[in-house]
């Protein structure tokens, strides 16, 4: 068998890659059809892979494409958030509707935190208790200088909706970070305190994670609670 350069590799790999954003795995005609539109690249693997029939070079374009598709799923995509003046031309999104998307498409899971918060975010907690009484499990997480029974009605609590504050500690001092995690796919991640001037009065720049990383988030709370470092709040 003749030795191909990796160069020449490289090169038909860049072609490929190309030719493969062009066509889609749902319709797997297209690959068939297009590869014979496209019969520079058809020629270039003919070229390359003598030996291989028109199906073999087909069924391995369709195998790449399903594993690009595979490899792009896990991949983590991120988007920049603010809070800043309305009257300023940004494309970011602003704070209060990221913070609202994020627990409205929620379909299993939250996990939020809190290190300060005010009464201006009861339509967030109104939001994160009608998702617990759809059968969501929220775990809202607030500092130790979060009054927390000024906030979480024990009444109105249910069993998918777990308050947990943070020990004192003489390690740590507090649970400063300021996060939403949604179904451990998507994460919202803040300098916005959950307060008006947080979410808008106050300039504030944040991200919003989708992916399986952020799965480590709720991996690193449930070792915290393991670790004793926060108690429920009854």
């Known amino acids: 068998m003749e030795r191909i350069s990796i160069t020449k590799l490289l090169v038909l790999y860049e072609e490929v890659s190309y030719f493969l954003e062009t066509v889609t795995v749902e319709d797997s005609l297209s690959i068939q059809e297009k590869l014979e539109e496209n019969t520079y690249v058809k020629e270039r693997l003919h070229k390359l892979f003598p030996n291989l029939t028109s199906t073999e070079i087909y069924n391995i374009l369709l195998m790449f494409k399903i594993q690009r598709e595979r490899l792009r799923s896990k991949e983590n995509k991120v988007d920049f958030v603010g809070t800043f003046p309305t009257n300023i031309d940004s494309d970011l999104r602003q704070t209060i509707s990221v913070v609202r998307q994020i627990i409205l498409e929620a379909e299993k899971s939250i996990l939020i935190t809190g290190y300060s918060i005010s009464e201006f975010i009861s339509e967030i907690i109104d939001l994160l208790l009608l998702k617990s009484r759809q059968g969501i499990n929220v775990q809202f997480f607030i500092d130790k200088g979060?009054?927390?029974?000024?906030?979480?009605?024990?009444?109105l609590r249910n069993a998918n909706f777990k308050v947990y504050k943070y020990k004192r500690n003489e390690s740590f001092s507090s649970l400063?970070?300021?996060?939403?995690?949604?179904?451990?796919?998507?994460?919202?991640?803040s300098s916005s305190n959950l307060s008006y001037n947080g979410i808008v009065n106050n300039i504030e720049i944040g991200t919003l994670v989708t992916g399986e990383k952020v799965k480590s988030i709720s991996n690193l709370f449930?070792?915290?609670?393991?670790?004793?470092?926060?108690?429920e709040l009854t």
């Open 146 to 155: 979060v009054n927390g029974q000024a906030f979480f009605d024990q009444k």
């Open 176 to 189: 400063h970070a300021k996060i939403i995690v949604s179904d451990n796919k998507k994460a919202f991640v």
């Open 222 to 231: 449930e070792k915290l609670l393991n670790r004793d470092l926060f108690f």
